[in-house]
């Protein structure tokens, strides 16, 4: 296996791991809420009605919108497509652009600082690897043209 391929398969593993860890971790922690969307229905989740209904309905509407936001609304589910779109590509030779690992790397970082503690940090290292396997690609491009083009 090439050490592109590595990294990147490296980076894709992070990335699911921590969208997957995310999702049980919040599906967990508001079990209760989460259960109830099966009761009253998916829809409960985000309720379009905007008034009425007592400070009660209020307070277990705005539990389950952050339940919703922090759960299957998060950029949890993104980041398990990343990665797995990730991976995908690894196998088939394909470089992941080094301009998504600078993204994933910001986000990361500025969500590890504002949310300290959290393993936000681990999403700044699958950052990384996709940026060296991207700068690995473009210097085997960079040697292929020399070598086609001896003058």
Known sequence: MSSRKRLLRW?????????????????????????????????????LVLGGGGAAQAVESFQDRVTFWAGPGSF?????????????????????????GWGLVAWCALGGVLLVPSPFFAGVVSGALVILAARKEERLETVREREADPV
């Open 11 to 47: 980076a894709s593993g992070i990335m699911v791991v921590l969208g997957t860890g995310h999702l049980s971790l919040s599906a967990i922690v508001a079990w209760e809420v989460v259960t109830g969307w099966a009761g009253r229905g998916m829809w409960a989740a985000v309720p």
């Open 76 to 100: 949890a589910v993104p980041l398990i497509l990343l990665g797995g779109l990730t991976w995908h590509l690894a196998g088939r030779g394909v470089a992941v652009p080094a301009g998504v």
